[in-house]
């Protein structure tokens, strides 16, 4: 049996549509079973519980084999997802795979970076066979710009030219799966990427193509795409982050990598595909 934590976001969401279409067993770990009952289904059974209150997991943990953990980012990161480790450990789970970020271990000074470091130092420690996987920035984080977009024909950023190797997070999904059935049994760390690094204004080319109407790219100073982040209503210690982790990618290539391939068995989806099936959305 698997136990998915995090199952109402968009990877772990898309993490159990694809395990119950394989016909694997899985539980969602979920607070609110009323709010979350979209999850269940043929195979999949729904548990209440919550990493905030450790006392509420050993139940969920009864029977697992193997977990996977994705939590949403903020400063309760290694809180959270260290009781999801221990009860794990405890239940003594055979395998982990986790959702951590690209960057981790480089000097860029952001928040989630420190974050995931500290829970893959605390995972490695409970001696549970893990996969760390590291996805770069998401194609779906573009769709936070939905409403200037559509509106204006504009989004917002702080890379320069900087070009980015982004990730669908239905690939992300995939490899996480991928990882979870596989027989091997050792922990890695694994970067997801794209099939190609792109710079925003790349992006908007595209989505300007895709969409019939121009859609431009804007960029700002750090300070300024901060404050305009701030006054969009982001938590101060979010903006601060994208801040600092779109500038320390100016002037920079970022590598593409065959992380996606190699643990789901298919070629990662370009951004022309991201762009075209979510058109609708992009108005």
């Not at 999850?39 to 450790?54: H, I, K, T």
């Not at 952001?110 to 420690?125: F, N, P």
């Not at 700002?220 to 600092?244: F, H, S, T, V």
Request: hydrophobic content about 45%; glycine content about 12%; charged content about 20%.
């Amino acid at each position: 049996m698997i136990l998915v934590i995090g199952g109402t976001g968009k990877i772990g969401g898309e993490v159990i549509r694809l395990l119950a279409g394989q016909g694997q067993q899985c539980r969602a770990l979920v607070r609110d079973p009323f709010a979350a009952s979209r999850l269940a289904g043929p195979g999949v059974e729904l548990c209440q519980g919550d990493l905030a209150r450790p006392a509420t997991l050993p139940g969920a943990f009864s029977g697992i084999t193997r977990v996977f953990l994705v939590t949403s980012p903020g400063p309760e990161t290694v809180h959270l997802q260290g009781a999801a480790i221990a009860a794990a450990a405890a239940a003594g789970v055979e395998r982990l795979v986790r959702i951590s970020v690209e960057g981790v271990g480089t000097p860029v000074a952001a928040g989630i970076l420190e974050w995931h470091s500290t829970v893959e130092r605390v995972l490695a420690d409970s001696g549970i066979p893990a996969v760390n996987l590291r996805p770069t920035s998401l194609m779906q984080n573009l769709l936070g710009s939905v409403e200037t977009i559509r509106r204006a024909g504009q989004f917002f950023g702080a890379q320069g030219d900087g070009r980015v190797a982004f990730v669908d997070a239905r690939d992300v999904a995939a490899a996480a799966v991928g990882a979870l059935m596989r027989e091997k049994h050792h922990s890695e760390d694994v970067t997801l990427t794209g099939p190609a690094a792109h710079s925003y204004a790349d992006l908007a080319g595209q989505l300007s193509e895709e969409l019939g109407r121009p859609v431009a790219y804007v960029d700002l100073p750090p300070d300024a795409y901060r404050a305009g982040m701030i006054a969009a209503g982001l938590p101060e210690w979010l903006a601060r982050d994208l801040a600092l982790l779109e500038d320390a990618s100016c002037g920079t290539v970022m590598p593409v990598a065959d992380g996606v391939e190699r643990l789901a068995g298919v070629e990662p989806r370009p951004f022309r595909e991201f762009a075209h099936d979510y058109r609708g959305v992009f108005g």
